[in-house]
């Protein structure tokens, strides 16, 4: 009797759910109680869609009024270690019947045609599994040379016998959704020819990456959730891509516009790429975030973001504007200790160096003496002006004293010494004017910026010996 009202529920809420977004109803033998959890796969994590409670049957109901973003989700049962994968897609009401004994293989799946052979590709890769790591572990025992090539080649073989299966499975089935994910997790094949010249790698590394999105579309949502996508775009930008802003600028523009009638692959990008540029790893790529926000996000593109995030956003770039790596450097013209307004752009050099210091900043008090160490001995003799400018925590009139005493303790007499008043601060913010920490981006102290003779940015935020490396290659090439 049980099972029969187990049955009359099921299709009960199968008939209802027609007129819903979406629902996957779980008949689960084994579990008694306890939640169970709808995912999917969002880069490495695993994001939750819905959670439902398991009846005494083993029967839970995950429902919603919007329908399920297409993907591989993953259904985590109440011990949040078993758990089931399978696709959504078009079809939105999913029945599973999961037996805990044996999940690959008992597990039932219906109401969606794009599980059934999704299901016998996790039972083949199942199996497959099971004998590759085997013949991995024998070859990590192996004694003898003749054991090591002989598990490597098995493992080669059972290898190849999988990629073989998703080779034939994207040729006789080319609309299925397998399809497009089989061919967005396929490593882009790797050059043949065997460099011998420079020109030969760079034609290699060309080769590789004008093939490394072969088969990936950006107008197909339904590669975002999967464990695989995330792998990919990193690995790109991170390591195949040159880190040049313009290059990447370009190369991100032609991405965003293939994305532009896939509304959630463009949402991700967009998200992506303003994450990972906004605090960039390489100098000069705070160009490509400024880009974004200028291109993107203040056209009102972004939409998704709430008012916080947008703000943040806009905070980020507006500090950020007026300090890109070949910009001219913004105006300051500041006090020197006596009092005399002292503009950066007096000082005549083919280098300046400004740099931003507390005499109070533990990290200033150790730095700032070796940039004097370096400066005397080496880039004196070059013509280098340092432009130093007080930057403390506190007013100025705090700490004018250490400032001055700091100087006179360290010899540092070659440089420019300025500060900024508290009455020029205070003009400056009653005219709306962004001041020197805004327009130089400064966070911390000390804080360096290399500029040319035209006062251009040509480097900025380096320590010490990256400067110091710079400016000798820059001297070397001209010489």
């Known amino acids: 009797m049980k099972n029969i009202i187990a049955c009359i529920v099921t299709c009960c809420c199968f008939l209802s759910a027609k007129a819903q977004g979406y629902q996957v109803n779980l008949d689960a033998k084994g579990f008694r109680s306890g939640v169970a959890y709808l995912t999917y796969y969002m880069g490495d994590k695993y994001n939750i869609e819905d959670s439902a409670a398991l009846n005494s049957n083993g029967i839970a109901v ?28 078009k079809e939105q009401v999913i029945n599973i019947k999961a037996d805990s004994s044996d999940l690959v293989n008992k597990t039932i799946i219906t109401g969606s045609k794009e599980n059934i052979p999704y299901a016998q590709y996790q039972k083949f890769v199942a199996g497959k599994g099971k004998q590759m790591n085997a013949e991995r572990k024998a070859y990590m025992l192996s004694t003898t040379t003749a054991d090591s090539m002989l598990h490597e080649k098995n493992y080669n073989q059972l290898n190849n016998e999988l990629q073989a299966y998703r080779e034939n499975f994207m040729k006789t089935n080319p609309n299925a959704m397998m399809t497009v994910l089989f061919k967005a997790m396929k490593e882009a094949p790797s050059p043949t020819k065997i460099p011998v010249t420079h020109a030969d790698s760079v034609a290699n590394y060309n080769f590789y990456k004008e093939h490394f999105w072969d088969g990936v579309t950006f107008m197909d949502d339904r590669i975002i959730r999967s464990p695989f996508f995330l792998k990919k775009l990193e690995r790109y930008y991170r390591e195949v891509m040159e880190p040049d802003a313009d290059k990447l600028i370009k190369d991100i523009d032609y991405k965003l516009l293939l994305a532009r009638s896939s509304p959630e692959m463009y949402k991700y990008l967009l998200n992506w790429f303003t994450d990972e540029y906004i605090s960039p790893k390489y100098m000069g790529q705070d160009a490509v975030f400024v880009h974004l926000y200028n291109k993107y996000h203040s056209k009102g593109v972004s939409n998704w ?15 950020l504007m007026g300090n890109l790596i070949g910009e001219k450097a913004a105006p300051l013209d ?29 990290h200033c008090k150790t730095e700032i003496p070796k940039l004097d160490s370096i400066y005397n001995a080496s880039w004196k003799k070059h013509g280098v002006k340092v432009y130093a400018v007080l930057t403390p925590e506190k007013g100025p009139d705090a700490v004018k004293a ?38 130089y981006d400064i966070q911390s102290t000390p804080t360096l910026f290399l500029l040319d003779k035209e006062k251009r940015i040509v480097a900025k935020k ?8 710079l400016l000798e290659y820059k001297w070397n090439k001209t010489n």
């Open 462 to 469: 380096l320590d010490l010996y990256q400067l110091n490396d």
């Open 402 to 439: 250490d400032w001055i005493k700091f100087i006179a303790d360290n010899k540092l007499q070659d440089w420019t010494h300025v500060y900024q008043s508290v009455e020029m601060e205070v003009a400056e913010r009653n005219a709306q004017k962004a001041g020197f920490r805004q327009l």
């Open 305 to 319: 973001l709430n008012e916080k995030q947008m703000e943040g956003i806009t905070r980020r770039a507006m500090m």
């Open 62 to 89: 995950f429902k919603g009024k919007e329908k399920l973003q297409p993907g591989i989700y993953i259904l985590f049962f109440p011990d949040k270690q078993t758990r089931i994968e399978f696709l959504v897609d």
């Open 334 to 362: 500041l006090l020197d200790p006596a009092g005399k307004l002292t503009p950066l752009e007096g000082l005549a050099a083919d280098y300046t160096i400004v740099a931003f210091w507390d005499p109070n900043c533990g």
